[in-house]
């Protein structure tokens, strides 16, 4: 069975950034991943299986996983580099669009290929939910799924495609959620193909 509607304070802004803001951010956002050592594969803590997903971060704190569990730290996993700082047009969407005055901390950049996926999970690892996830999407169009609080309820399905916004407050700050897969060459808007998600977190309280 499929709900009504995702949970409360989920957020979809369909098209919410034109082009050129595409383009800048794909830009921008790859100099500063290539800056700090490129994108990295993380590994399932338990079972060191890899990520179908290519990683990277910017901003004071980057998520990697690795047989040590999932954490955040301040720098690259393979150069011990500390992160590039974030682009001004991300902290410039947090403003207009989280509703909480305290900058995000970590900007993850999630590339995916024809054939990454990332399994129904939630973001547990931060210290504070009262802040709100942020995800932009740039490049290939992909099936999202976001349920409830617990991994058995029911899933409601999104097609997120470049430019879009996802705003996950409120009941959704905690929701299950994966993306089930890419459509590959819906967009040429990655130079190298495939989609990159950013997603914006505020990690500590203060
Ligand atoms: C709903 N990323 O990095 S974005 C992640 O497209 C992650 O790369 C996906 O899930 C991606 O953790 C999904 C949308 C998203 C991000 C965080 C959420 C949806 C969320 C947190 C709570 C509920
Ligand atoms: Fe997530």
Known sequence: MTPAAPPQGFRHLA?????ALQARL???VLAGVAASG??????MPRTGRPFSVLMGNLGPL?????RHGYRYQERHPLTGRPWSPMPDALLALWRE?????RPPECCLVN???ADSRLGLHRDEDEEVFDAPILTISLGDDAIFR?????????????RLKSGDVVVMGGTSRLAYHGIDRILPDTSTLVPDGGRLALTLRRVRAA
């Open 15 to 19: 098209g919410h950034l034109d082009a």
């Open 146 to 158: 976001i349920g409830g609080l617990r991994r058995r309820d029911p899933t409601w399905r999104v």
């Open 38 to 43: 490129g994108f990295f594969r993380p590994h």
């Open 62 to 66: 980057g998520w990697v996983s690795d």
């Open 26 to 28: 794909v830009r921008e």
């Open 111 to 113: 590339w995916y290929r």
């Open 97 to 101: 669009l989280a509703g909480d005055p």
